[in-house]
Nanobody
Framework: QVPLVESGGGSVQTGGSLRLSCAAS????????MGWFRHAPGKEREGVAS????????YYADSVKGRFTISQDNAKNTIYLQMDSLKPEDTAWYYC?????????????????WGQGTQVTVSS
């Protein structure tokens, strides 16, 4: 797999913001989708946001719509997740992933490469 490296995690209070970054070691244009996933204690893994890289079309989990924004920077081979209005429920280990599948969207099984993850903690 091509390495993906996340950064930007940390600890914030409710209502705060964080921006996660995911740097790829290859041209991200070679992927079809890239996305962010999270796994919170006591909850199943969830697709948070993804972006269809050729068009910029974005997909979001209902739980983060209106609060999170995924974006891409092809020149930097990086995608971002801007997280605003954070809630304790957002506390999780966040993973970046990339897919060659045209229908990947937020389907975990469709993603081929994964980063190591970064911790996001939101305190009430």
């Amino acid at each position: 797999q091509v390495p993906l490296v996340e950064s930007g995690g940390g600890s914030v209070q409710t209502g705060g913001s964080l921006r996660l970054s995911c740097a790829a070691s290859r041209d991200i244009a070679s992927y079809v989708f890239m996305g962010w996933f999270r796994h919170a204690p006591g909850k199943e893994r969830e697709g948070v946001a993804s972006i269809y890289l050729s068009s910029g079309t974005t997909y979001y989990a209902d739980s983060v719509k209106g609060r999170f924004t995924i974006s891409q920077d092809n020149a930097k081979n990086t995608i971002y997740l801007q997280m605003d209005s954070l809630k304790p429920e957002d506390t999780a280990w966040y993973y970046c992933a990339a897919s060659f599948s045209y229908g990947a969207r937020l389907r975990t099984a469709s993603y081929d490469s994964w980063g190591q993850g970064t911790q996001v903690t939101v305190s009430s």
